[in-house]
Protein backbone atom coordinates (compact mmCIF):
# COMPACT_ATOMS: atom_id res chain seq x y z
CA UNK A 1 0.00 0.00 0.00
CA UNK A 2 1.10 3.35 -0.95
CA UNK A 3 -0.24 4.99 2.63
CA UNK A 4 2.72 3.22 4.48
CA UNK A 5 5.18 5.77 2.70
CA UNK A 6 6.32 8.73 4.27
CA UNK A 7 8.67 11.12 2.77
CA UNK A 8 11.48 11.32 3.98
CA UNK A 9 13.79 14.44 2.53
CA UNK A 10 12.52 17.50 1.16
CA UNK A 11 13.05 16.40 -2.37
CA UNK A 12 10.38 13.71 -1.21
CA UNK A 13 11.20 10.89 -3.36
CA UNK A 14 10.38 7.67 -1.46
CA UNK A 15 10.51 3.79 -1.41
CA UNK A 16 11.61 2.95 -4.71
CA UNK A 17 10.71 -0.32 -7.01
CA UNK A 18 11.80 -1.54 -10.20
CA UNK A 19 8.79 -0.18 -12.83
CA UNK A 20 7.91 -2.26 -15.91
CA UNK A 21 9.22 -0.64 -19.21
CA UNK A 22 6.20 1.00 -20.95
CA UNK A 23 5.95 2.81 -24.27
CA UNK A 24 4.59 6.53 -23.71
CA UNK A 25 2.91 6.55 -27.41
CA UNK A 26 0.79 9.44 -28.14
CA UNK A 27 -0.43 11.51 -25.97
CA UNK A 28 -4.54 12.01 -25.18
CA UNK A 29 -5.94 15.11 -23.23
CA UNK A 30 -8.95 15.04 -21.51
CA UNK A 31 -10.18 18.25 -20.29
CA UNK A 32 -12.69 18.40 -17.66
CA UNK A 33 -15.13 21.58 -17.00
CA UNK A 34 -13.71 23.71 -14.07
CA UNK A 35 -14.88 22.73 -10.49
CA UNK A 36 -17.13 25.14 -9.13
CA UNK A 37 -18.38 23.65 -5.93
CA UNK A 38 -18.05 21.58 -3.20
CA UNK A 39 -19.82 18.06 -3.21
CA UNK A 40 -21.75 17.83 0.28
CA UNK A 41 -20.80 14.91 2.58
CA UNK A 42 -23.54 15.11 5.73
CA UNK A 43 -20.96 13.21 7.73
CA UNK A 44 -18.22 16.21 6.98
CA UNK A 45 -20.24 19.28 7.99
CA UNK A 46 -19.98 17.85 11.86
CA UNK A 47 -16.26 17.50 11.97
CA UNK A 48 -13.14 19.49 12.99
CA UNK A 49 -9.97 18.84 11.30
CA UNK A 50 -6.79 18.13 12.99
CA UNK A 51 -3.61 20.16 13.19
CA UNK A 52 -1.75 20.40 9.24
CA UNK A 53 -3.46 19.84 6.12
CA UNK A 54 -5.29 16.58 5.61
CA UNK A 55 -8.72 15.20 6.74
CA UNK A 56 -10.31 13.77 9.74
CA UNK A 57 -10.65 10.05 9.78
CA UNK A 58 -14.42 10.26 9.50
CA UNK A 59 -14.05 13.18 6.93
CA UNK A 60 -11.92 11.22 4.55
CA UNK A 61 -13.79 7.90 4.97
CA UNK A 62 -17.05 9.96 3.86
CA UNK A 63 -15.13 11.17 0.89
CA UNK A 64 -13.40 7.40 -0.07
CA UNK A 65 -17.38 6.39 0.10
CA UNK A 66 -17.98 8.97 -2.16
CA UNK A 67 -15.29 8.27 -4.63
CA UNK A 68 -16.52 4.41 -4.71
CA UNK A 69 -20.05 5.69 -6.04
CA UNK A 70 -18.68 8.03 -8.71
CA UNK A 71 -15.85 6.19 -10.07
CA UNK A 72 -17.85 2.77 -10.20
CA UNK A 73 -20.67 4.22 -12.28
CA UNK A 74 -18.70 5.66 -14.47
CA UNK A 75 -19.48 4.51 -17.92
CA UNK A 76 -15.67 3.46 -18.58
CA UNK A 77 -12.30 4.65 -17.23
CA UNK A 78 -12.22 7.43 -19.74
CA UNK A 79 -15.26 9.29 -17.88
CA UNK A 80 -13.69 7.85 -14.39
CA UNK A 81 -10.21 9.45 -14.52
CA UNK A 82 -12.57 12.77 -15.44
CA UNK A 83 -14.49 12.29 -12.48
CA UNK A 84 -11.52 11.11 -10.51
CA UNK A 85 -9.55 14.40 -11.07
CA UNK A 86 -12.47 16.56 -10.35
CA UNK A 87 -13.27 14.96 -7.30
CA UNK A 88 -9.82 15.00 -5.87
CA UNK A 89 -9.31 19.24 -6.66
CA UNK A 90 -12.08 19.50 -4.27
CA UNK A 91 -11.55 17.02 -1.59
CA UNK A 92 -7.63 17.67 -0.89
CA UNK A 93 -7.38 21.32 1.03
CA UNK A 94 -5.77 23.78 -1.01
CA UNK A 95 -5.17 22.40 -4.37
CA UNK A 96 -4.64 24.39 -7.15
CA UNK A 97 -5.50 21.75 -9.21
CA UNK A 98 -5.64 18.20 -10.18
CA UNK A 99 -4.45 15.61 -13.18
CA UNK A 100 -3.71 11.85 -13.63
CA UNK A 101 -1.68 10.31 -16.12
CA UNK A 102 -1.68 6.31 -17.31
CA UNK A 103 0.91 4.98 -19.46
CA UNK A 104 0.01 1.54 -21.11
CA UNK A 105 2.07 -0.79 -22.90
CA UNK A 106 1.61 -0.10 -26.79
CA UNK A 107 -1.38 2.39 -25.83
CA UNK A 108 -1.53 6.50 -26.17
CA UNK A 109 -0.84 8.33 -22.54
CA UNK A 110 -3.82 9.43 -21.05
CA UNK A 111 -4.21 12.31 -19.01
CA UNK A 112 -6.96 13.68 -17.11
CA UNK A 113 -6.96 16.95 -15.40
CA UNK A 114 -9.21 19.34 -13.16
CA UNK A 115 -8.73 23.10 -11.04
CA UNK A 116 -10.75 25.62 -9.77
CA UNK A 117 -9.53 27.94 -11.58
CA UNK A 118 -6.62 28.49 -14.41
CA UNK A 119 -3.53 27.88 -11.56
CA UNK A 120 -1.38 25.21 -12.46
CA UNK A 121 -2.78 24.38 -16.05
CA UNK A 122 0.21 25.68 -18.35
CA UNK A 123 2.31 24.18 -15.34
CA UNK A 124 0.60 20.60 -15.80
CA UNK A 125 0.51 20.72 -19.71
CA UNK A 126 4.12 21.72 -20.14
CA UNK A 127 4.99 18.85 -18.09
CA UNK A 128 3.79 16.42 -20.65
CA UNK A 129 4.98 18.90 -23.59
CA UNK A 130 8.58 18.73 -22.30
CA UNK A 131 8.46 14.67 -21.02
CA UNK A 132 9.58 15.08 -17.25
CA UNK A 133 8.68 16.56 -14.63
CA UNK A 134 6.84 15.18 -10.90
CA UNK A 135 3.77 13.39 -11.80
CA UNK A 136 5.95 11.32 -14.87
CA UNK A 137 8.67 10.85 -12.87
CA UNK A 138 6.36 9.11 -10.18
CA UNK A 139 4.58 7.28 -13.00
CA UNK A 140 7.83 5.85 -14.38
CA UNK A 141 9.63 4.92 -11.21
CA UNK A 142 6.62 4.16 -8.91
CA UNK A 143 7.64 6.19 -6.06
CA UNK A 144 5.75 8.97 -4.14
CA UNK A 145 7.29 12.41 -5.12
CA UNK A 146 7.20 15.70 -3.45
CA UNK A 147 8.46 19.30 -4.43
CA UNK A 148 8.53 21.62 -1.44
CA UNK A 149 9.06 24.46 -3.58
CA UNK A 150 8.92 24.03 -7.26
CA UNK A 151 10.27 27.29 -7.84
CA UNK A 152 13.86 26.74 -6.41
CA UNK A 153 13.31 22.71 -7.38
CA UNK A 154 16.41 21.81 -9.41
CA UNK A 155 15.64 18.57 -10.67
CA UNK A 156 13.17 20.50 -13.28
CA UNK A 157 14.38 23.85 -13.81
CA UNK A 158 12.21 24.15 -17.05
CA UNK A 159 9.12 24.33 -15.14
CA UNK A 160 10.31 26.92 -11.97
CA UNK A 161 9.30 30.58 -13.94
CA UNK A 162 6.09 28.60 -15.49
CA UNK A 163 5.19 27.45 -11.45
CA UNK A 164 6.00 30.89 -10.52
CA UNK A 165 3.96 32.03 -12.89
CA UNK A 166 1.46 30.39 -12.08
CA UNK A 167 1.31 30.68 -8.98
CA UNK A 168 1.76 26.71 -7.70
CA UNK A 169 4.02 26.45 -4.92
CA UNK A 170 4.41 22.73 -4.11
CA UNK A 171 3.23 20.02 -5.90
CA UNK A 172 2.57 15.97 -4.87
CA UNK A 173 2.35 13.00 -7.31
CA UNK A 174 1.44 10.09 -5.74
CA UNK A 175 1.90 6.10 -7.97
CA UNK A 176 -1.47 5.30 -9.53
CA UNK A 177 -1.32 1.61 -11.02
CA UNK A 178 -4.54 0.21 -12.65
CA UNK A 179 -3.68 -3.55 -12.11
CA UNK A 180 -2.21 -5.57 -15.32
CA UNK A 181 -3.01 -2.61 -17.64
CA UNK A 182 -1.00 0.78 -16.63
CA UNK A 183 1.03 2.61 -14.81
CA UNK A 184 0.70 6.00 -13.95
CA UNK A 185 0.41 9.00 -10.99
CA UNK A 186 -1.99 11.10 -9.29
CA UNK A 187 -0.33 14.99 -9.57
CA UNK A 188 -1.90 17.42 -6.91
CA UNK A 189 -0.62 21.28 -7.45
CA UNK A 190 -0.56 23.57 -4.34
CA UNK A 191 -0.35 27.01 -4.04
CA UNK A 192 1.90 27.41 -1.07
CA UNK A 193 5.47 25.95 -0.70
CA UNK A 194 6.13 23.08 1.58
CA UNK A 195 2.15 22.79 1.38
CA UNK A 196 2.00 19.21 0.85
CA UNK A 197 2.66 17.85 4.85
CA UNK A 198 2.63 14.02 5.71
CA UNK A 199 -1.45 14.84 7.00
CA UNK A 200 -1.75 16.23 3.42
CA UNK A 201 0.05 13.48 1.96
CA UNK A 202 -2.02 10.50 3.50
CA UNK A 203 -5.52 12.03 2.34
CA UNK A 204 -4.04 12.14 -1.58
CA UNK A 205 -2.74 8.59 -0.83
CA UNK A 206 -5.90 7.19 0.41
CA UNK A 207 -7.65 8.75 -2.55
CA UNK A 208 -4.79 7.32 -5.14
CA UNK A 209 -5.33 3.63 -3.29
CA UNK A 210 -8.88 3.59 -3.45
CA UNK A 211 -8.93 4.55 -7.19
CA UNK A 212 -6.42 2.00 -8.26
CA UNK A 213 -8.91 -0.73 -6.63
CA UNK A 214 -11.60 0.77 -8.87
CA UNK A 215 -9.94 1.60 -11.88
CA UNK A 216 -9.05 -2.03 -11.75
CA UNK A 217 -12.22 -3.39 -11.84
CA UNK A 218 -14.23 -0.88 -14.60
CA UNK A 219 -10.75 -2.31 -16.58
CA UNK A 220 -12.03 -6.14 -15.57
CA UNK A 221 -15.69 -5.15 -16.73
CA UNK A 222 -14.13 -3.59 -20.08
CA UNK A 223 -12.32 -6.53 -20.83
CA UNK A 224 -15.36 -8.86 -19.75
CA UNK A 225 -17.40 -6.50 -22.21
CA UNK A 226 -15.15 -6.48 -25.09
CA UNK A 227 -15.09 -10.70 -24.74
CA UNK A 228 -18.73 -11.00 -24.85
CA UNK A 229 -18.67 -8.77 -28.39
CA UNK A 230 -15.38 -10.17 -29.74
CA UNK A 231 -17.41 -14.17 -29.03
CA UNK A 232 -20.58 -12.35 -31.61
CA UNK A 233 -18.33 -11.22 -33.88
CA UNK A 234 -16.73 -14.60 -34.54
CA UNK A 235 -19.99 -16.26 -34.44
CA UNK A 236 -20.99 -14.42 -37.39
CA UNK A 237 -18.03 -14.72 -39.18
CA UNK A 238 -18.80 -18.42 -38.72
CA UNK A 239 -22.39 -18.09 -39.93
CA UNK A 240 -21.07 -16.24 -42.66
CA UNK A 241 -17.98 -18.57 -43.68
CA UNK A 242 -18.67 -21.63 -42.35
CA UNK A 243 -15.43 -21.72 -41.12
CA UNK A 244 -14.03 -23.28 -37.63
CA UNK A 245 -14.09 -21.60 -34.36
CA UNK A 246 -10.23 -21.28 -34.91
CA UNK A 247 -10.34 -19.95 -38.59
CA UNK A 248 -13.00 -17.05 -37.32
CA UNK A 249 -10.68 -15.98 -34.45
CA UNK A 250 -7.70 -15.79 -37.18
CA UNK A 251 -10.22 -14.04 -39.42
CA UNK A 252 -11.33 -11.52 -36.72
CA UNK A 253 -7.59 -10.79 -35.90
CA UNK A 254 -6.28 -10.54 -39.67
CA UNK A 255 -8.86 -7.88 -40.42
CA UNK A 256 -8.00 -5.61 -37.30
CA UNK A 257 -4.46 -5.90 -38.12
CA UNK A 258 -5.26 -4.89 -41.96
CA UNK A 259 -7.42 -1.91 -40.93
CA UNK A 260 -5.35 -0.74 -37.62
CA UNK A 261 -7.98 -0.84 -35.49
CA UNK A 262 -8.32 -3.14 -31.94
CA UNK A 263 -10.82 -5.98 -32.11
CA UNK A 264 -13.26 -4.77 -30.36
CA UNK A 265 -13.26 -1.93 -32.80
CA UNK A 266 -13.60 -4.58 -35.89
CA UNK A 267 -16.36 -6.79 -33.78
CA UNK A 268 -18.72 -4.31 -33.34
CA UNK A 269 -18.29 -3.04 -36.94
CA UNK A 270 -19.44 -6.83 -38.12
CA UNK A 271 -22.25 -7.30 -35.64
CA UNK A 272 -23.25 -4.07 -37.13
CA UNK A 273 -23.18 -5.08 -40.44
CA UNK A 274 -25.10 -8.13 -39.64
CA UNK A 275 -27.56 -6.19 -38.20
CA UNK A 276 -28.11 -4.29 -40.85
CA UNK A 277 -28.39 -7.28 -43.73
CA UNK A 278 -30.88 -8.67 -40.86
CA UNK A 279 -33.44 -5.64 -41.26
CA UNK A 280 -33.15 -5.13 -45.32
CA UNK A 281 -33.60 -9.37 -45.53
CA UNK A 282 -36.79 -8.98 -43.35
CA UNK A 283 -37.53 -5.42 -44.48
Known amino acids: MHMASMPAADHGSIRRVSAPQRRSGRLVT ?3 PPVTEQPAFPLTQFVVRPPGGGLHAVELAAQLHELSVQLLTADGVGQALDRLVTFAAVAVPGALRCSVVLIGDGEPLTRAAAGAGAGAEKLDDLQYTLGHGPGLESARTRSLVTVPDLAADTRWPDLAACARADGVGAVAAVPLDVPRSSVGSLSVYLAEPGGAD ?3 LITIMALSNQAEVLLGELRRREAHSEGAIVDRAVGVIIAQRGCGVHEAYDVLQETSQRLGLDR ?6 LIA ?3 RRGDSATG
Open 264 to 269: RAVAER
Open 273 to 275: AAA
Open 30 to 32: RRV
Open 198 to 200: PEL
